[in-house]
């Protein structure tokens, strides 16, 4: 809207946690929820996050996103993802059923906005994000998995230090068609973040 002046009020920064040289990651907030409403929406971002192809009303986007935003969670940590150069939100990271006995952790990674895959986004914000699992939050092995065919998501996570253990055959399916699910994991011994630790004490 415009203000007395005829300008459009500057939009205010996101705050982020982490910025790297392509992406930066923040916090959840309110204001993703219609943007989270479409990511979930669209079928193949929905197919290749690993959920089922469904339509799905701001109601219930909105229902499962809510307690994520609102936090707390002692299992989970959720960052949105940001186009650094813009600082437009294009997708979200979490690292789930974290298990500090054991030091694993799940990960899970989207980038909503299609028009932006294959831009280096994902395995950057893959990096960030298993760096702050390692280093933050002492994690000692981190563990994906992705349909067979998400060949994009493979070489993602395979740059960014995740290597495939096993696979889990002809678990998914779309039609007759059927494929594996693809098992990775990542040690905090084993990972490198080329672009310096995302914690940096001067
Ligand atoms: C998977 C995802 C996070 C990857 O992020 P991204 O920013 O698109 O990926 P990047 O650009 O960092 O890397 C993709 C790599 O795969 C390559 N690639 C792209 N399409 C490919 C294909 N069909 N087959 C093989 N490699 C492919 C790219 O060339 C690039 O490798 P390179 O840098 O060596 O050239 C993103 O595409 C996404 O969110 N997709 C939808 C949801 C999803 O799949 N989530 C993961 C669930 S497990």
New binding site residues.
Partial sequence: MANNSGEQPAREEPIVNIVGEKVALGPLHDDLLPLLVKWDNDFP?AD???GDMRPRSRHAVTAFWEPLIQGGREDRVDFAIYERATLRPI?HTNLRDLDGVRRTAEF?????ERA?????????A?ILALDFGFTVLGLHNVM???WSY????I??YT?AGFREIGRRREAQRIGNAVYDVVFMDCLATEFQNPLGSVVVHH
């Fill in positions: 971002t290749l996050q690993g997708g899970g990674i989207t980038i909503g932006l895959w294959g831009k280096g986004y994902g395995t950057e893959t994906l998995d992705t998400n060949e994009r998501a070489r993602a740059k």
